[in-house]
């Protein structure tokens, strides 16, 4: 028997209609469904009832006929009336139509009655109809049309005309319908017998089914769990082995018992005879195992990060290689930091334990107590007004100026040589985003405190060779105060020249900057160029100060348009809840985005879209105990530092020398305050000379341009390495400034 003989079988699923989990067992169901008799016997029993079902229904017609009829309700009745009928003469003779059933009647009667032993179905017809004309007088009240229309089942063919000479017997048509109803009861157990085997056989093979299906996904589920654990082994022996590496770097990181003596070769910007110093040996250690280092954390994290969640883009996050080189950077605290050849102590003398491996990681004093201050009585008269011009008390302050924040922008440069090593330039231009937005991150601890406004004529050197850059900067002008910067390495050069506004609102203060920041790549001569957003610091009288940045950043290469890069740091609103959040597309020539960046600025910068967008750039870890030391990083402790050897190298005008930020960050509270008040003095009576005598003041190392955009620009000068070649700059004329 076919299948499609069957109208209510759904088709049997092919293969490619399975679950993706049971791809490996299609074979054996496939087996299944070809070997199987159990279903070959049910589609026979599904077969047999179909056409038992049809003889089903004709009977039911047939009972239904003579049901409808006036005597066949009742056999007793149509007995009895039929008696009555004998008994009586004939009376008058009623007028009766009949009409051969069907053709199929005729042809019957014309070939002669059925074989004996079998009942022909129109043999009962042809009864049946009988049966009708013997029972159903004709009257006025029962018109040919309305019994044909009450009795739907009946043939159409049927008309009430005279009865013919040969009537059937009504006791024959009373056995006839006990006949049919015992023939109905029969076909009706045997087709209950059928769908019952039918049934049987379904229940079984669904139990066949069934156990495949388990068996595929017991095997499929124990293969995964397999694949699991051995992932789990290996993430567990990888980080085992790690932290079994870094124990060893640990325990050589801290012999500093004994010292060695070494030459250390100065700079090609330094000239004299070669200065012989002892270095614990330690530092030496440090060194030579700078590489191995690095390649520990990098392993380290990437275990990490496998453990601590097992999506792809974590994954990818953890391989960056700016999150890594900050992470070899800012982890002096554990006595790995790399020793810098620039910052040697001589003689090897520990001032105080001031000094650990090269780097301090400590500030000498924690943070004054500012809650005695009454901020209201100093800025109530100066609402809506530039507070660069009003004196603030020096424990508002923190131990660094606004040049020493110029050089903090510089903590995670790692972004600027990873984008000079990069071909694609829609990449390059996400490096540049990730490097404007991670300036910011270091002033989210920072809401407390103010840096200290540089005099004129104020500078500030740094030179990081574990970074790879020197930096310069000073005030070039103090009304308005602008202060300029200019950093070179190998990879970039890097400059800036920013004016600030600060405003007094009531509960927040504004600083909104003025200037542009400029980066070039000579590896492929691009020249970056964007701006800065507001920042704003709220609960300036009263409450938790928290800082917020906010505004549009627009990033344009001036030699190359193929694209450009913006970043909107979102501002707090009543519909937006998300602090520190950063948008930003980096869209090409056709105004098509190529990438999508998101993040927090204290936080890292993602490019693509989550959950699988990669981690551009990530901050480092805070040092222990930052609240209580201003909340610098571990970069920005460094920056104030004043090493011996540079001591006798740095102009006097550099910002280590001055006397009120250096008290302050000692702890001297009642001193620094009593020099800072002198130093402001000291400025006034400078500008009023200069004033009186009509002399214009001019940087030392800094020079005015105008740029592309025809405004006023401040670009370095290129003296200032070259004049650093005579310590203590001694041909150059500086100012007294403190």
């Known amino acids: 028997v076919q299948q499609n003989s069957f109208p209510w079988q759904s088709p049997i699923p092919c293969s490619n209609s399975l679950p993706a989990t049971c791809t490996t067992g299609q074979s054996k169901v496939a087996a299944w469904l070809q070997d199987s008799e159990e279903m070959d016997r049910c589609a026979e029993d599904l077969a047999h009832c179909q056409s038992n079902l049809v003889e089903l229904s004709k009977l039911l017609q047939n009972l239904e006929i003579l049901q409808r009829t006036q005597s066949a309700p009742n056999f007793t009745d149509m007995q009895a009336n039929c008696v009555d009928i004998s008994k009586k003469d004939k009376r008058v003779t009623r007028r009766w139509r009949t009409k051969s059933v069907s053709k199929d009647a005729k042809i019957q009667l014309q070939e002669g009655p059925a074989p004996k032993g079998q009942f022909s179905t129109t043999r009962r017809r042809q009864r049946l109809a009988a049966a009708v004309a013997t029972t159903v007088p004709f009257s006025a009240t029962m018109s040919p049309v309305r019994l044909h229309s009450s009795n739907p089942n009946l043939c159409a063919d049927i008309e009430f005309q005279t009865p013919p000479s040969h009537v059937t017997d009504p006791l024959e048509c009373s056995t006839e319908y006990m006949k049919l109803q015992e023939e109905f009861c029969l076909m009706a157990q045997k087709v209950h017998s059928l769908l019952k085997s039918a049934f049987n056989s379904i229940a079984i093979e669904k139990e066949k089914l069934k156990q495949i299906v388990s068996e595929q996904d017991l095997t499929g589920h124990n293969a995964q769990i397999a694949h699991l654990r051995q992932s789990l082994s290996q993430a567990l022996n990888q980080n085992a082995e790690l932290r079994s590496r870094l124990n060893r770097i640990h325990s050589e990181s801290v012999i500093c018992d004994q010292v060695v003596s070494v030459n250390i070769i100065p700079s090609p910007d330094e000239t004299g005879e070669q200065i012989h110093v002892s270095l614990p040996l330690s530092q030496q250690v440090s060194n030579e195992s700078r590489l191995s280092m690095s390649e520990s954390v990098s392993e380290f994290f990437d275990a990490q990060e496998v453990l601590l969640s097992a999506s792809s883009s974590e994954n990818e996050a953890s391989d960056d290689e700016s999150y890594i080189s900050d992470v070899s950077d800012n982890i002096s605290e554990d006595n790995t930091s790399v020793t810098d050849i620039s910052r040697q102590i001589v003689n090897g003398e520990l001032t105080g334990g001031a000094f650990r491996n090269g780097r301090r990681t400590c500030l000498p004093a924690p943070s004054p107590d500012t809650s005695n201050i009454n901020l209201w009585n100093i800025l109530r008269n100066n609402i809506g007004k530039d507070l660069s011009k009003v004196s603030m008390p020096v424990e508002l302050n923190e131990p660094l100026n606004t040049l020493q924040h110029l050089c903090e922008e510089l903590e995670y440069s790692e972004l600027l040589d990873k984008a000079a090593e990069t071909d694609d330039p829609y990449e390059r231009m996400v490096l540049i985003a990730a490097f404007a937005a991670s300036g910011y991150a270091s002033t989210y601890f920072r809401a407390g405190s103010k840096p200290f406004n540089p005099v004129l004529g104020e500078t500030y050197e740094c030179i990081r060779e574990d970074k790879g850059f020197r930096f310069f900067s000073e005030q070039v002008s103090h009304h308005p105060p602008i202060s300029a910067c200019h950093c070179e390495s190998k990879n970039f050069v890097f400059w800036q020249d920013i004016r600030w506004k600060n405003k007094f609102w009531g509960k927040s203060m504004e600083i909104l900057p003025v200037g542009t920041l400029n980066v070039t790549l000579p590896k492929y001569g691009d020249y970056y160029v964007w701006n800065k957003v507001t920042t704003c610091i709220h609960n300036i009288l009263s409450g938790r100060r928290w800082i917020e940045h906010y505004g549009e950043i627009t990033i344009r290469n001036t030699k190359s348009s193929v694209c450009i890069c913006k970043l909107t740091f979102v501002k707090v609103n009543y519909w937006n809840s998300n602090v520190n959040e950063v948008q930003g597309v980096v869209i090409d020539q056709e105004g098509k985005v190529v990438h999508r960046l998101f993040g927090k600025w204290h936080e890292g910068l993602y490019c693509g879209v989550a959950p699988s967008a990669k981690c551009v750039w990530r901050p480092g870890s805070m040092p222990t105990n930052y609240e209580r030391y201003y909340g610098f990083t571990r970069f920005a402790i460094e920056l104030n530092e004043l090493d ?83 310590p203590g700059f001694s041909k150059v004329e500086i100012p007294v400034l403190w």
């Open 644 to 726: 011996p050897v540079l001591k006798d190298l740095l102009p006097t005008t550099d910002a280590r020398f001055r006397p009120d930020q250096r008290l302050l960050e000692e702890g001297n509270i009642e001193a620094a305050a009593s020099e800072k008040q002198r130093i402001e003095e000291l400025q006034r009576s400078r500008r009023r000379y200069m004033e009186e005598n009509s002399i214009e003041y001019v940087p030392k190392f800094f020079k005015k341009v105008i740029d592309a955009n025809q405004r006023e620009a401040w670009v370095t000068n290129e003296t200032y390495w070259e004049l650093r070649k005579d």
